[in-house]
């Protein structure tokens, strides 16, 4: 099956730099989704990742390592609307493009 | 909007009944997700379909069944409810091919309660 880890919270001050972390366990990895979702609300697509490297949306990049089964989020120049929960996602093969999404990380923004 | 349509947006019942719940996904998305997600915690997948067939199963509880219609509408059943299945229930919808970033697209949810 897969399984995903995830800090559960993390405390950042507005303007500053957050990673979150992801680390997954799967078979038929396909890559790396990442998602946000504030409170009551629908998760929305962030970023993907499928090779190794960086990618780079704005003021959030993604980051993987297949070979570590590892991934991150980070994100820059926090926000307070930046104050969400942060889910990691594994693309897989399994069941046609089946996604497993991690426990999550709710990401607190303070002044 | 992500254009995918979940209704009902709230649903409040008793134990012991039967819920449906129904998502229309995204014009072309071929594929349709059903997730769970309990208060503070992470999405559970339940079950997965595509162009009508079902292609992959999550920890679904056999007093739970989904199906996706020829339109590609698909309808969640819930029965026999119990306390612990009060959650907001996620469909989501991708055009399901290989291609691309896979990216799911997320309806605005159904929050069920069982009292």
């Known amino acids: 099956g897969q399984s995903l880890e995830q800090p559960s919270e993390v405390t950042a001050v507005e303007g500053a730099i957050v990673q979150i972390n992801c680390t997954y366990q799967t078979s038929g990895f396909y890559g790396l989704s990442w998602y946000q979702q504030h409170d009551g609300g629908a998760p929305t697509f962030l970023s993907y990742n499928a090779l190794d490297g960086l990618e780079e949306t704005g003021r959030f990049s993604s980051f993987l390592s297949r070979s570590d089964s590892y991934g991150y989020l980070l994100l820059q120049e926090l926000q307070m609307k930046d104050s969400a929960s942060y889910f990691c996602a594994v693309r897989s093969s399994g069941g046609y493009q089946k996604v497993t999404f991690g426990t999550g990380t709710k990401l607190q923004v303070i002044p | 909007d992500s254009g995918v349509t979940q209704t009902p947006k709230h649903l409040i019942t008793a134990t012991g009944q039967r819920v449906t719940l129904r998502c229309s996904p995204r014009s072309g998305d071929l594929s349709v997700y059903w997730y769970q997600q309990s208060l503070d915690q992470g999405l559970q997948f339940l079950i997965q379909?595509?162009?009508?067939?079902?292609?992959a199963k999550g920890n679904i509880l056999e007093r739970f069944s989904a199906q996706q219609f020829p339109d590609l509408h698909s309808e969640l059943n819930l029965s026999s409810l119990e306390l612990g299945d009060s959650a907001l229930y996620f469909c989501?919808?991708?055009?399901?091919?290989?291609?691309?970033?896979?990216?799911?697209?997320f309806g605005e949810g159904s929050r069920l309660t069982v009292l």
């Open positions: 379909y595509y162009n009508g067939e079902e292609r």
């Open positions: 989501a919808s991708s055009p399901g091919r290989a291609s691309g970033t896979g990216e799911l697209f």
